[in-house]
Each structure stands twice: as C-alpha cells, then as structure tokens.
C-alpha cells in the first residue's frame, strides 16, 4: 500500500517537472532588452482567481527592469475600481535563461515564469506554473509595447494558452484603458 502510495506521489511529482519542461524558453534570451515599459494584452488562466475577477479585468501598464543580482524588478500598474494598484514582484533569475522563479508573499505561491517568446520591440509571451497548497494552475501573459497588436500576434496568443491546456473561456483579449496609464511612467 505505501509503496502504491509512493509511486502515485513520485509519478505526480513527475508530471509537474515535465510539465514545467515542457513549456519553451526564448531562444538565445536577453534580458536586458526585455526591460521597459510593457503594455498586458492578454491574459489566460484557470486559476479560480481568473474566474472570479475575469469580468473586472482592464488592460494594465508593466515596468521591468533588472537589479544589481541580475534579476527582474516588475511592477504593474492597474485599475481595480475607481483607484490605481501597483504590485511589485521580484523574479529571481534560474540557471536557465528567460526563466524565473517567483514566491507571493501574500499567497506563498511559487512561481515558474518562462519568457516563452518576444522579439523586444513588440511582443512578449510570458507562461507561469503556479503552485500553491490548494493546488496547481497556468497563467499565460500577452506583453506589447504598444496598447495594440495585430491580429496574428493575438492569435498566437490564443494558439499557445490552448496548447498549455487553457480553454477559450481561460483565455482573455483585456479590454483597453487610459486608466492608471499615465501613473505607470
């Protein structure tokens, strides 16, 4: 009995390494130019948290930068009511390039983020593995350095949130907003 336990706790923990393998990484990544001012264009989850503020969910402002320890500094800015949130988070670099780890100090989530795809100038793709005590889920973010991307780029978008599991009720184009924009300079 133990051991059929043992076995179902080490295929499991198996499954959640591969899976988190199994979402790419940007070739060659640099992350200097991966710095600046991002605009959030999409968004998929299937965490209970995406279902529930799903419907009040508006476009935001995202500034990374990177620390003396060669980590990223990103601080969003968004609307939530008639105020302006900023959340600060601090990815801590892995031995892999364009990949971090995150801990939510609110939360104690952890985080796997994996800059997916970007050509710098306009588009990012950013996929996150979170892990809680309740469970697992993904997140997918759409970045553009502009409050607007072509069609191709979201679709793209929508295209890799299906391949990580996610459905069309996950997956979110974010509504524009001049809200909070100006105070994320």
């Not at 591969?18 to 991002?38: C, E, M, N, Y």
């Not at 995406?50 to 990103?74: D, P, Q, W, Y």
């Not at 949130?85 to 990815?91: A, C, D, H, P, Q």
Request: aromatic share 8%; proline share 3%.
């Amino acid at each position: 009995m133990q051991a059929t336990l043992l076995s179902i706790v080490g295929l499991a923990l198996l499954g959640t390494l591969h899976a988190q393998d199994s979402i790419p990484v940007q070739t060659d990544f640099q992350q200097d130019k991966l710095t600046g001012r991002w605009y959030s264009i999409g968004l998929a989850s299937n965490s209970n948290w995406f279902k529930e503020k799903r419907h009040l969910m508006k476009m935001c402002t995202t500034i990374i930068s990177t620390t003396a320890e060669g980590n990223l500094e990103v601080t969003s800015t968004y609307p939530k009511g008639d105020q302006c949130v900023t959340r600060n988070s601090l990815y801590t670099k892995t031995e892999q390039p364009g990949r971090f780890s995150y801990t939510n100090p609110r939360w104690g989530s952890k985080h796997n983020i994996h800059v997916v795809d970007t050509n710098y100038e306009e588009y990012a793709l950013v996929a996150t593995q979170i892990s809680k005590s309740t469970g697992s889920s993904t997140m997918v973010l759409l970045y553009s350095r502009t409050k607007e991307l072509s069609p191709e780029r979201l679709e793209m978008f929508t295209q890799f949130s299906r391949e990580q599991g996610l459905t069309d009720d996950e997956i979110l184009i974010l509504p524009q907003t001049d809200k909070c924009m100006a105070d994320a300079a």
